[in-house]
């Protein structure tokens, strides 16, 4: 079975700083794929950023990267330009593929103005 | 589109009491997930189901059942309902990304 850890449970840091989040996982698997999730509270799961395994070229999004390590099994994430919108849980989670995602405990973000 | 719509948003059940948790998505989805989240945690998996007919359990399956006529619809149903099943359930959909609900608030008392 699959798991994915996240240790740290709450995070703090001043708008516009950049702030990096952990996410580490264990698995067999060779083929795989890793998100982060924010979760704001009005409780909708919005995906962040997505990784294949088999990919090689960290992902981004607008102020949004990982650090994806396969041989250490770390996906972190990178949040620049830190805003008070990006207040949140944010969830890293594991999948095969058709059998549903694996999530961390989550991590408690808070943007300080 | 609707995407994946979840109803109800937020029930009472008293111990014992059954209930179907609907979920709905427009997509064409062929997969689709039934979890669930308690105070402080991410998701547990429930179900899952990767075409009409077909389903299997997740990591959390116990006191719960589903079924898949259609490829539209993934109704969760609990039977006697017990305390520990108070939590925020989410339905999602799936096609190279997951597409979540926007969760049911249950409470068991």
């Known amino acids: 079975a699959q798991t994915v850890t996240q240790s740290q449970p709450e995070m703090s840091v001043q708008e516009a700083e950049t702030v990096t989040l952990s996410c580490t996982y264990d698995?067999?698997?060779?083929?795989?794929?890793l998100f982060w999730y924010k979760q704001p509270p009005s409780r909708q799961m919005i995906l962040v950023i997505r990784?294949?395994?088999?990919?090689?070229q960290n992902a981004t999004e607008n102020r949004f990267s990982v650090n994806f390590q396969k041989a250490a099994k770390s996906f972190s994430l990178k949040i620049s330009d830190s805003q008070l919108g990006d207040t949140a849980m944010y969830f890293c989670a594991f999948t095969r593929g058709a059998d549903g995602l694996t999530f961390g405990k989550g991590t408690h973000l808070i943007i300080q103005p | 589109n609707a995407g994946v719509t979840q109803t109800p948003k937020f029930r009472i059940l008293k111990i014992g009491q059954s209930m179907t948790l609907q979920c709905t998505q427009d997509?064409?989805?062929?997969?689709m997930y039934w979890y669930r989240q308690d105070p402080g945690m991410g998701l547990k998996l429930i179900y899952y189901s990767v075409g009409a007919g077909i389903t299997d359990k997740g990591e959390v399956p116990n006191g719960y059942n589903v079924s898949r006529s259609t490829t539209e619809d993934f109704p969760l149903r609990l039977e006697l309902a017990a305390p520990s099943q108070t939590s925020v359930y989410f339905c999602?959909?799936?096609?190279?990304?997951?597409?979540f609900g926007s969760g049911t608030r249950l409470t068991v008392v």
């Open positions: 698995t067999s698997e060779s083929n795989y794929y």
């Open positions: 997509m064409n989805h062929n997969y």
């Open positions: 990784q294949e395994a088999y990919k090689q």
């Open positions: 999602a959909s799936s096609y190279r990304g997951y597409t």
